[in-house]
């Protein structure tokens, strides 16, 4: 069982950057794809994107959706169980409920099914 935990949401402008930060529980975070996705208010939760790595390989690698490609960076800290998500150039389009998963398959894609563990979220709202 994992536990996740988000935090780093609030009010920014248009421009703006913002980290957000999911903590994890549990002993086995580095054997785990972390993905981050979001929902905006009356709207499907969208995938934002994932780390994840290949098998037995210490090389994880980033996959992001078109819509926040060069813009978002996710980032992970094996050692404090956390995988950051840095948002730069914010839109007001960016505005959602962020939350982090964790899945237990080794490429999962960008469906929420795809996903075992999830956080409460943290608000992220960019005003204009």
């Known amino acids: 069982q994992v536990q996740l935990v988000e935090s780093g949401g609030g009010l920014v402008q248009a421009g703006g950057s913002l980290r957000l930060s999911c903590a994890a529980s549990?002993?086995?975070?580095?054997?785990?794809?972390m993905g981050w996705f979001r929902q905006a208010a009356g709207k499907e939760r969208e995938f934002v994107g994932r780390?994840?790595?290949?098998?037995?390989?210490?090389?994880?690698?980033?996959y992001y959706a078109d819509s926040v490609k060069g813009r978002f960076t996710i980032s992970r800290d094996n050692a404090k169980n956390t995988v950051y998500l840095q948002m730069n150039s914010l839109k007001p389009e960016d505005t959602a409920v962020y939350y982090c998963?964790?899945?237990?398959?080794?490429?999962?894609?960008?469906?929420?099914?795809?996903?075992?563990?999830w956080g409460q979220g943290t608000q992220v709202t960019v005003s204009s």
């Open positions: 998963a964790a899945s237990t398959r080794e490429l999962p894609g960008s469906g929420i099914y795809e996903y075992d563990y």
């Open positions: 549990g002993r086995t975070f580095s054997t785990y794809a």
């Open positions: 780390s994840s790595r290949n098998g037995r390989s210490i090389t994880y690698y980033t």
